[in-house]
């Protein structure tokens, strides 16, 4: 008599896990990787589609429009980017008679009046002075004169703010007003850079005057003869 034979033992192992319900999307999923693949320059492979639906050919994207404003500045010559540092400094300068009053309008006539992405003017001297004038003459007031418009643009040279650069033009320091983007100011800088050998205490980098001196008033608006400036002791 034979014995049945034993029964069959079940093998012990992972169980196959269900597939989840999200995983039928899973096709669509593998065709949008690969078209982005695609685009992107990179190898995905491409998903099987057990279902046989249709291969996704292409992706568009719109991109919503920029929702940032625009300047709102009077007049229209633009603007310029100027150093906070150097704005007060200025105003501490005019309080402490540190620059004198004719300095002061030169810069601030030349600065506005930059060539956009240069730094540079390209105002001669008797250019500025007519500009100076041009509300003065109007109301029959005193007005500055080119000699003085010169010696400002002199002291100015010698603070660094600004620099002649040749056939009457203005080079501004354009580390404390430029009219541009940063990419362009760069660009100007590594020029002037060149000019300079590359001294980090030469012009644009070493800004004057030093500290708040008297210095002589400069108030000659009329005429150069029969008036003399007077220095300042209190």
């Known amino acids: 008599m034979t014995s049945d034979p034993p029964a069959r ?56 429009a920029d929702p940032r404003a625009v300047h709102d500045m009077a007049g229209g010559a633009g603007y310029s980017l100027a150093s906070n540092w150097f704005t007060q400094l ?35 001297q008797q250019e500025i002075t007519d500009g100076l004038n041009k509300i003065a003459a109007q109301k029959g007031g005193k007005m500055t004169s080119r000699s003085t418009v010169n010696r400002a643009v002199q002291a100015l040279c010698g603070y660094n703010w600004v620099e002649k650069a040749g056939n009457g033009r203005i080079q501004i320091n ?39 001196r008297q210095e002589e008033l400069d108030l000659d608006f009329g005429s150069d003869s029969g008036f003399r400036g007077r220095k300042r002791t209190g």
């Open 90 to 124: 200025l105003a501490q300068l005019a309080v402490a008679n540190s620059i004198t009053k004719s300095q002061l309008c030169v810069f601030l006539y030349v600065a506005g009046g930059q060539v956009p992405g240069t730094g540079i003017t390209q105002y001669t």
């Open 174 to 212: 354009v580390r404390l007003w430029f009219q541009g983007n940063s990419t362009s100011q760069q660009e100007v800088l590594a020029e002037i850079a060149e000019r300079h050998d590359r001294d980090p205490d030469a012009f644009p980098y070493a800004v004057g005057p030093e500290g708040a």
């Open 9 to 64: 033992r079940r093998q012990r192992g992972p169980r196959p896990v269900p597939p989840p319900a999200a995983a039928a999307n899973d096709a669509e999923y593998g065709d949008i990787l690969a078209v982005l693949g695609q685009q992107l320059g990179e190898k995905v492979a491409e998903a099987a589609d057990p279902r046989g639906r249709r291969k996704l050919k292409g992706i568009h994207f719109e991109y919503a």
